[in-house]
């Protein structure tokens, strides 16, 4: 049994998807954005991951920035990110909330047992370099925000599976989830 | 006239020196600051500006950061930075209050008019790497608080006079007023 589609049906379809594929690409230019930006209006998301938000405030695939990156990021109480290592360097500012941060060691074949530090409303933080990471919301009531700044972005992310697996076997994770859709856009152009 | 001194008082004022000295290089070690800081307990200057405050969340030369550092910058009404430039990027989150950011351009002998932005709590800008700008609070009555991240810290700073200077007439200020005290200490050692 064959379907025949008429050439206005084909006509619509395709503008829609343009239209679409249009829209996800709108705040991936850096051109095309104004130079000061209301945050409130700087696209979120939560990249499969329930409780989260990220927003990148000023970014290398999204705004042409090369030597510095700004996020801000929301964790629902209960909500973390992934065990990580980098080897930019990381600042986080917290606006809000509190929570704790488990550092591991970059010293041994695996992170070992982490280090755990309380982070709190107006505390800052840096990650040493490579060292594998944890930031949790560890609070019962109140969301988690922070402000953080990378070096040297697109950031790229080793990702462990639990603190005793090895450095050598974590998985790199690159584009990392929010800079996917920009990143092919450009790889488009 | 003579005056002698007895060897008491030659170690009281030794021991005074010792102490102050100490006590300003305090916040100068990396390796001395505890991994998550209270943005609180971060000492602030006014750097000889009225009105104005800056504290170093995280730097260089007091924290050991090699490619970002972070700023807390309070401005009273009526205050300003010089106009200046610096190659290295920049971004600003605006946590209080509201302004005007000036921006010239680096592609005549001389920044000319500058473009004229208005700048908000919860806005975002970037300074094009080299372009000659301004941060203004123009507001009558709040202050204007600023969170400031820059790439290749310590910040190298041009000042210019006047928007009609000529690029290459601006004075590079090395080390910046807020690094000078650890700079010196750091070449100490």
């Known amino acids: 049994m064959s379907r025949v589609v008429d050439r206005g049906s084909l006509r619509f379809v395709f503008l829609l998807v343009a239209a679409i594929a249009a829209d996800a690409s709108a705040h991936c230019s850096g051109s095309g954005s104004p130079l000061v930006r209301n945050i409130s209006d700087i696209p979120q998301g939560n990249f499969g ?10 970014g290398a695939v999204s705004h042409g920035m090369k030597e510095v ?15 990580h290592r980098h080897s930019c360097e990381e600042v986080f500012v ?71 697996m090895h450095h050598t076997a974590a998985k790199l994770k690159f584009p990392y989830y929010w800079d996917e859709e920009c990143f092919h856009v450009k790889d488009e152009l």
Do not use: C, M
């Open 49 to 58: 991951r329930g409780g989260f938000a990220h927003a990148t405030i000023a």
């Open 69 to 83: 990156e700004v996020w801000l990021q929301t964790f629902s109480p209960g909500t973390h990110t992934p065990i």
């Open 94 to 164: 917290v606006l809000k909330g509190k929570g704790t941060l488990l550092l591991g060691s970059s010293s041994f074949r695996d992170p070992g047992t982490p280090q755990e530090f309380h982070i709190y409303a107006n505390s800052t933080f840096s990650i040493p370099v490579n060292d594998p990471h944890q930031v949790l919301n560890t609070d019962e009531t109140e969301d988690l925000q922070l402000l953080v700044v990378i070096s040297r972005p697109p950031v790229k992310v080793f990702i462990y599976e639990d603190w005793n």
